[in-house]
């Protein structure tokens, strides 16, 4: 049996970023905020902002082609696609918040996220299906994670330990089982997706590659706790 050893300070229930607690309560506030409006309104903010191929043939401007990139994201189904989403950002974005910090974390998950737009982009041109949800860009923090679990440990140590290589067998083995997952239940649906609904298993794929592949350059923006001096004596 384990016992901690008394002392001033307390350890803490919950040890989640305030980054990602904020993301989770924004997400959670978006959707509850759709869900206050009438139908024809909530199928209108849809409309307007998931993300749909085709809004690239046939929208007017150029900020109505683009926004929805980004705003895709904030917009879920249903209070169950919330709940799951918000756990998987538990489970993986308070590693990559620690480790990158406040900023530069909401930047790679919306970098994530319009990857995830852009796959899907390229695998359904044209298509009329909105997209949305925050999938993608969970998946490329869950990309950035596993790279970052050997230095779990160490994340405001100036010797930080380095990222897990993008071919070391750990990274190789996760990925092909995500990938197979995301096959499995996107395309052949194994029973967990309700009839008359499709994930967008190329959006998750998308943002979890971009995720994998682009821990590299941003943890080298991040900034560096400054090194304690030598001891000359």
């Given at each position: 049996?384990?016992?901690?050893?008394?002392?001033?300070?307390?350890?803490?229930a919950f040890?989640v970023?305030?980054?990602?607690?904020?993301l989770?309560v924004v997400?959670?506030g978006l959707?509850g905020?759709r869900?206050a409006?009438?139908?024809a309104?909530s199928d209108a903010?849809?409309t307007?902002?998931?993300?749909?191929?085709?809004?690239?043939?046939?929208?007017?401007?150029l900020?109505?082609k683009a926004?929805?990139f980004?705003s895709?994201?904030?917009?879920?189904?249903?209070?169950t696609?919330?709940?799951?989403n918000?756990?998987?950002?538990?489970a993986f974005?308070?590693i990559v918040?620690?480790?990158?910090?406040a900023?530069l974390?909401?930047?790679?998950?919306?970098?994530c996220?319009v990857?995830?737009?852009c796959?899907?982009?390229?695998?359904?041109?044209?298509g009329?299906?909105?997209?949305?949800?925050?999938?993608?860009?969970i998946s490329?923090l869950?990309g950035?994670g596993?790279r970052?679990?050997?230095?779990?440990f160490?994340w405001?140590?100036?010797?930080?330990?380095?990222l897990?290589?993008?071919?070391?067998?750990q990274?190789?083995?996760f990925?092909a089982?995500?990938?197979?997952?995301?096959?499995?239940v996107g395309?052949?649906?194994?029973?967990?997706?309700?009839?008359?609904?499709a994930v967008?298993?190329q959006?998750?794929l998308g943002?979890?590659?971009a995720?994998l592949?682009l821990?590299?350059v941003f943890?080298g923006?991040?900034p560096?706790?400054?090194?304690?001096?030598?001891?000359?004596?």
């Amino acid at each position: 049996m384990a016992f901690l050893h008394p002392g001033p300070a307390r350890q803490p229930a919950f040890n989640v970023p305030a980054v990602v607690a904020g993301l989770i309560v924004v997400l959670a506030g978006l959707h509850g905020l759709r869900m206050a409006l009438s139908p024809a309104q909530s199928d209108a903010v849809v409309t307007a902002y998931a993300f749909i191929p085709a809004r690239l043939l046939f929208a007017a401007s150029l900020w109505d082609k683009a926004v929805p990139f980004v705003s895709y994201l904030g917009l879920h189904g249903d209070w169950t696609h919330v709940g799951i989403n918000c756990l998987w950002l538990l489970a993986f974005g308070p590693i990559v918040a620690r480790r990158f910090g406040a900023p530069l974390f909401l930047l790679f998950f919306l970098v994530c996220g319009v990857a995830g737009a852009c796959l899907f982009l390229a695998f359904d041109w044209g298509g009329t299906n909105p997209v949305i949800g925050a999938s993608a860009a969970i998946s490329g923090l869950m990309g950035a994670g596993i790279r970052m679990l050997p230095g779990r440990f160490a994340w405001a140590q100036p010797g930080e330990a380095p990222l897990m290589p993008l071919f070391s067998r750990q990274v190789a083995v996760f990925s092909a089982v995500w990938l197979v997952m995301n096959l499995g239940v996107g395309i052949l649906g194994l029973g967990l997706v309700p009839e008359g609904q499709a994930v967008a298993w190329q959006a998750h794929l998308g943002g979890y590659f971009a995720g994998l592949l682009l821990a590299g350059v941003f943890d080298g923006l991040r900034p560096r706790a400054l090194a304690p001096p030598l001891d000359e004596g």
